[in-house]
Nanobody, 121 residues
Framework: VQLQASGGGLVQPGASLRLACRAS????????VGWYRHPPGKQRELVAT????????KYADAVKGRFVVSRDDARKTVYLQMNSLTSEDTAVYYC???????????????WGQGTLVTVSS
């Protein structure tokens, strides 16, 4: 079972990016997911979360109105649409998810490997 974050890159201020967090391997179900980021020289922070049913999402104040988290359970993927990016959004972005491996009774918590987002002119 793996969790893979992708979609990072170098963009100019004002641009958009969409990150993806995909669960692969013998995964029965994907539950609550969180996106975190670790800006250079700062502590890791929680950016956005989405519940198992996708009904409830929460965002850090710094990204409210600009970022949108969504999920496609058929693809076992959660997305983070990032709009109006600024240099303050530069960070390594990680996803964290509760996954239920096939054959297991309980969910387990997994981290993706991180994807770098650089916003610079």
């Amino acid at each position: 079972v793996q969790l893979q974050a992708s979609g990072g890159g170098l963009v100019q201020p004002g641009a958009s990016l969409r990150l993806a967090c995909r669960a692969s391997g013998s995964v029965s179900s994907m539950h609550a997911v969180g996106w975190y980021r670790h800006p250079p020289g700062k502590q890791r922070e929680l950016v956005a979360t989405i519940t198992t049913d996708g009904e409830l999402t929460k965002y850090a104040d710094a990204v409210k109105g600009r970022f949108v988290v969504s999920r496609d359970d058929a693809r076992k993927t959660v997305y983070l649409q990032m709009n109006s990016l600024t240099s303050e959004d530069t960070a390594v972005y990680y996803c964290n998810a509760n996954l239920k491996p096939v054959g297991d009774l309980y969910e387990r918590n997994y981290w993706g490997q991180g994807t770098l987002v650089t916003v610079s002119s």
